[in-house]
């Protein structure tokens, strides 16, 4: 039984998906379509207003709001390093104040907050599972992303192992 040689740092076991990463922004575009419609077919449906489907519904508001407020300070935060794709822009300089001073990936967190939020203000079950999957591919995207900063970055080692990827001191 042979050992899996582990990648070098700078590498990842993740595909690129494209020369800046174009396939997981493209996943990325999908699943917040798929929330964006079916959480609009959780609006059209006819749910009872039950005090717990309100406060799911006023929950998933104030979700949805602190998404908005969230990836405008991170791309605030970023100015000219933002790109929409995971591979940093090649002049890009790394940010470690503000709210990334806090997580490592607050875009990804906003618009994932943002996501869930929806499908609960819309009461739609598969709005939420699009979100739990947009979850699974920001984690994914996050690693294959943060392979390319450690490669460009030399100080991004020390960042990444003292600050979270998406939950401050949890995760």
């Keep these: 039984m042979t050992t899996p040689v582990p990648p070098l740092e700078g590498e990842s076991r993740l595909p690129a998906l494209g020369p800046r990463g174009e396939g997981w922004l493209a996943a990325q575009i999908v699943l917040i379509g798929a929330i964006g419609l079916t959480g609009l077919g959780g609006l059209a449906s006819a749910r009872s207003w039950t005090p ?46 503000g709210i990334y001073g806090h997580v490592r990936h607050p875009m990804y967190v906003g618009v994932l907050l943002g996501g869930l939020g929806w499908g609960l203000a819309c009461g739609s079950v598969v709005a939420l599972a699009f979100g739990v999957t947009l979850a699974l591919l920001f984690d994914a995207k996050a690693r294959r992303e943060e392979a390319w900063l450690v490669a460009r970055h030399p100080g991004y080692a020390a960042y990444r192992s003292r600050t979270r990827r998406f939950i401050p001191g949890l995760y």
């Design 52 to 97: 717990l489907g309100v406060v799911a519904s006023a929950g998933g508001v104030l979700a949805l709001c602190a998404g908005f407020a969230i990836v405008g300070l991170a791309y605030a935060g970023l100015s000219s390093n933002f790109s929409p794709f995971p591979r940093p822009v090649a002049d890009g300089e790394l940010v470690e104040s």
